[in-house]
């Protein structure tokens, strides 16, 4: 990784574990403390880190054998207890979406839903538009 960062940047945008793992604090696989997690176990939680940078690093499986080999496969851990939701929609949101979509998509007089947004002034899909007045008189 080429090095061009000076040190005395204030927050520097992506954490060089290969800098700071000098000084950050290192785990070997299953000893790590319960509020550290990777940034997949963080995910697999729901959570996201919140802005802060990793505050240890996770010396890789197979390095656990081989506590004086320095590890090139580190993994960040981040402090869960600073961890903010991950910013998915809910269950909810989705659902009001989708109805939301399902009000644009669905055609006012067959009542069929399309994959498309239907014209706002008449939400009518394509065949009631254009042969409105055959299926009416049905
Ligand atoms: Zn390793
Ligand atoms: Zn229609």
New binding site residues.
Partial sequence: MPSRRRTLTAVPARVDLDKDRAVLPRYEHGTTPEFLMTFRQLAAAGLRPGGHDPVAVL?????AY?PT?E????AALYDSRRALPKRTPTLAQEAALDSAMAARQTCQQCGVRQPHCLPVADRRCHPCATGGSLAAAA
């Fill in positions: 010396r890789c499986r197979r390095c081989h080999r590890c090139t496969r580190p």
